[in-house]
């Protein structure tokens, strides 16, 4: 289909965040149908059952170099499995999938922030977009309300999916240096493990509360099967992908187009609103981790003049 590579990585970056942006809109459509922590166990044991098939031989031969690895792997499947998507569910009981979307792609400000305390240098333009992109989240986090910032009212919704978006980070610090000999289908098969023991007493506790009951019906039907199979393996597989022919940067960058999707999904599938609040924070959080995303003018000449 495409000849160049580069634009085969785009295409397959572009289909990740379209998938990954309806799952905002998926967990909204499914808030008082299917309790949050039961949607993100289901999603991941379809996901896991999935990888079974085909990922276990794979798993058994490279499990001496996933032995060593398994603290990371542990951490993985805490922050990635067991915290981050009942986070995002549980926020979407009490906010919108635009915020949801908007304050996810937050993560790279905790990366750089979490990348400098372990002592990498950032350059300056990677500080000033961070600090942008921040303002901006806090602006949709505050809904544009000076007074809730000087009061500290903000929705839960919003807070617990900051708290997602931080663990996301740690999760994605975690897993940038990968051994030699252990690949991403391993590593997502036991993390999966890992991170569904792990969601065994918070569902135990989500059981135990008398108003939880699930709505067998088949939008709860499509809600695990578009989370376990479209966002943990469909979506996985083609940002693999996206970032083997276009390289993590030229992905990346893609990855910030997630609140328009989103933004466009729930305003087609459940009517909610975009209003100015959206797109100035909208604005600022994309605009701000482009500019971070520029070399430096000095590194930017070296190239030209090797060039």
Known sequence: MFKNPVYKGCFCALMTIVI?????????????????M??????????????????????KKEWPVARKFLPQIFIAGLTAV??????????????????????????????????SMLGEKQSLNTWIGCTIALIGSIYLVANGELSRLLGLQFAIGDLLMLGGAVGFGIYSMVLRKIPEGLSQST???????????????????????PE???????LVVFSVLYTGVGNSLIAWWTWNLALEYAGPSRAGMIYYAMPLFSGLFAYLFIGEAMG??????????????????????????TATNQA
């Open 20 to 36: 990954w942006s309806g799952n905002f809109v998926v967990a909204r459509m499914a808030v008082g149908k299917i309790p949050p």
């Open 38 to 59: 039961t949607l993100g166990a289901m999603r991941w044991t379809v996901a896991f059952i999935l990888l079974c098939c085909f990922a276990l031989p794979k798993v």
């Open 82 to 115: 067991t915290l981050y998507n009942p986070l995002c569910y549980l926020g979407a009981q009490t906010t919108s999938a635009i915020n949801l979307s908007l304050i996810s792609v937050t993560t790279p400000i905790f990366i750089v922030l979490m990348s």
């Open 187 to 209: 590593i997502l098969t036991i993390m999966t493990f890992f991170g569904l023991i792990m969601l065994i007493p918070f569902l135990m506790w989500e059981w135990s509360l």
């Open 212 to 218: 939880t009951s699930i709505q067998f019906n088949g």
């Open 276 to 301: 100015m609040v959206h797109l100035v924070s909208g604005i600022l959080i994309v605009g701000g981790i482009y500019w971070s995303s520029r070399k430096p003018k000095a590194e930017a000449a």
